[in-house]
């Protein structure tokens, strides 16, 4: 029995609804965006699942998660920090403003704290040259923008977001977070 | 800064609540055309007015549009809003705040070429922002503005969303359809172009996020009004991306042909410590490295003039880079991103990017001797105009110009 399906039907049928009927492996990748929001990561077995609804192999499927550098097949750290050290930003310092983040973590670039909670990637280029340093959080599929930082207003967010995580009620963070990039 | 026709929402607050974009005048355009004119009517004034596609390559919109055949159908019309080139930031500032007016001008795009159904594809990173544009696309099917026989006519329209998920190559339209369809967005080969075999293997139009935001005010207000500021090749106004060592980065929307020497130094308020300026990257990481002369910064910034520089308009992200850069730093991070995102499709590229990699890490960390410089721009120069895609050729671009114009900087790298 499919359990995407069985568990997502509604959602399911909206997302085949966008394609057209003979062109159902449109839906793969929207599908591991619905995967990813529930479960964090992709797993075999989803894979297997989203293959069967779109009519692709388990291969095909998981092809496209290994293409796409925001699917993930491992559960990875719960908060992914993503810093955009790329030509603009590295001109606005973001080099220097990663290098002190990792020391205050402990971690290099692509690792992951020990507690599992907090990883540190480098990213190229979000769309956020004017607001640099920044980086992106990826928790589950959300994704939250965060302009202008300094180490030290970072590990201020990110001490705030532990906390809470460590506290039994998940926080439910889908808010876009501008922290005073303002575009005027 | 008044005659903004893409930045509207910086002088009208809250334009991105579909209330106040209807209290100004939000979708009369788009109920005029459907209910009154002809398709064909559409394109010949947007032909008329001259804009071209602000994506990068600047090609007709109105002619790209006249390219779909008549004799196959459905067409397709897709937003490209993958917006990743580095140092380009336009787009996303559009889809957050002045999101109306791009989608009445996707809406009035597929109008024009008879398209029932639209696409935007979003680069996963706009997650946020896909979500709130599946809001706002169901509230405008609740208020009559989408779905099936708009205001009474023949005519239905429903747009849908599809997320990427980190690929830069899929700001390639046929990488992106590649990607919408269910596949790793790997270009294809043209011809066929996405004109005659697009979507689905139908005729597709794909237009930019700024080119289609432009249409409302062309199809509303005439071509005429549009013509009335830019130049005579490169008519309308421009979103330019300015960011690198500049006091004030940001997105300034300026006439066609403003020189750099204004955007620089008036908008951007000049060079951070009032260093001296050096070079500028026009189009972002895909750029020529232009020195920074008094007739570089004195050339209009349109299609015509930029290459005559040596570079491209493109997205007009415009990156400056003074006196305090070394080029092969630069260099480094450009050829890292290339490497990054080549798709992995041809060799060229794929394996290119690979060898520039390890070069200019190996100048740049000091272990070179001159021959590397010499090694690494013959790796470039092989590549060139041998890529599938553009991909791979705009990766060799800022390695040949800067090692060109900026030799110097890599001599003082190598090992002493």
């Not at chain 1, 496209?64 to 930003?89: E, M, N, S, W």
């Amino acid at each position: 029995m499919n359990q995407l399906l069985r568990k997502h039907s509604q959602e399911v049928e909206k997302i085949l609804a966008n394609y057209p009927p003979d062109q159902k492996r449109a839906v793969v990748m929207p599908l591991l965006h619905l995967v990813q929001q529930e479960d964090g990561f992709i797993s075999r077995e989803r894979m297997h699942e989203i293959a069967e609804i779109a009519g692709v192999t388990a291969t095909e499927v998981a092809s496209i998660v290994g293409f796409y550098t925001l699917f993930h097949d491992a559960p990875g750290a719960r908060i992914k920090i993503q810093v955009c050290t790329d030509v603009a930003c590295d001109l606005r310092g973001a080099r220097k403003y990663l290098d002190g983040l990792c020391s205050q973590l402990g971690i290099k670039p692509g690792e992951t704290t020990e507690d599992g909670l907090v990883s540190i990637e480098e990213v190229k280029c979000l769309a956020a040259c004017d607001h640099a340093p920044m980086f992106q959080a990826q928790i589950g599929d959300a994704l939250e923008y965060h302009e202008n930082q300094t180490v030290e207003r970072t590990m201020d967010w990110l001490k705030s977001m532990i906390a809470s995580m460590k506290s039994p009620a998940l926080p439910n963070e889908k808010k876009m977070t501008d922290d005073g990039g303002s575009h005027e | 800064m008044s005659d903004l026709f893409l930045l509207r929402h910086r002088n009208i607050e809250g334009l991105n609540q579909l209330s106040i974009y209807l209290e100004n005048g939000g979708f009369k355009t788009w109920k005029k055309a459907v209910t009154t004119q002809k398709p064909e009517e559409l394109i010949n004034e947007v032909k008329a007015s001259g804009l071209r596609g602000r994506g990068g390559a600047g090609f007709p919109t109105g002619v790209k549009w006249s390219f779909l055949p008549n004799n196959i159908w459905p067409h397709y019309v897709v937003a490209n809003s993958d917006e990743s080139e580095p140092g380009t930031f336009k787009d996303r500032e559009i889809l957050e705040y002045n999101p109306y007016q791009f989608l009445e001008g996707l809406m009035l795009a597929s109008y024009a070429v008879q398209a029932k159904d639209a696409y935007i594809y979003f680069r996963g990173e706009f997650w946020q922002i896909a979500h709130r544009f599946d809001e706002r696309i169901a509230e405008l099917t609740a208020a009559g503005y989408l779905g099936d026989h708009l205001f009474g006519t023949d005519y239905s329209l429903r747009i849908h969303t599809h997320l990427g998920a980190g690929a830069y190559i899929c700001g390639e339209e046929t990488a992106l359809l590649e990607s919408i369809e269910g596949r790793l967005g790997q270009p294809r080969l043209r011809p066929p172009f996405p004109a005659v075999e697009g979507l689905f293997g139908l005729p597709t139009v794909i237009n930019n996020v700024e080119t289609l935001t432009n249409l409302p005010v062309i199809i509303g207000e005439g071509a005429a009004h549009f013509r009335s500021v830019g130049t005579e090749k490169s008519p309308g106004t421009k979103i330019f991306s300015l960011s690198g060592r500049v006091k004030k980065p940001g997105n300034y929307e300026l006439p066609l042909g403003t020189t750099f020497r204004e955007l620089i130094f008036t908008h951007g308020e000049g060079i951070i410590n009032d260093a001296k300026i050096k070079a500028i990257m026009p189009a972002g990481a895909s750029s020529a490295l232009i020195p920074a002369t008094d007739v570089a910064l004195d050339t209009p910034m349109d299609y015509e003039f930029v290459p005559a520089l040596g570079g491209q308009l493109g997205s007009a992200s415009v990156i400056i880079l003074d006196e305090t850069v070394n080029i092969s730093d630069l260099v480094k991070d450009t050829v890292h991103f290339f490497k990054h995102e080549s798709c992995g499709k041809c060799t060229p590229c794929r394996e290119g990017t690979y060898w520039m990699s390890c070069i200019i890490d190996r100048i740049v960390s000091g272990k070179s001797k001159k021959e590397d410089i010499d090694l690494l721009l013959t790796v470039a120069r092989n590549m060139q105009n041998k890529c599938f895609c553009a991909l791979g050729e705009f990766s060799t671009t800022a390695v040949v110009s800067a090692i060109d114009k900026f030799r110097a900087d890599f001599e003082a790298r190598l090992e002493s």
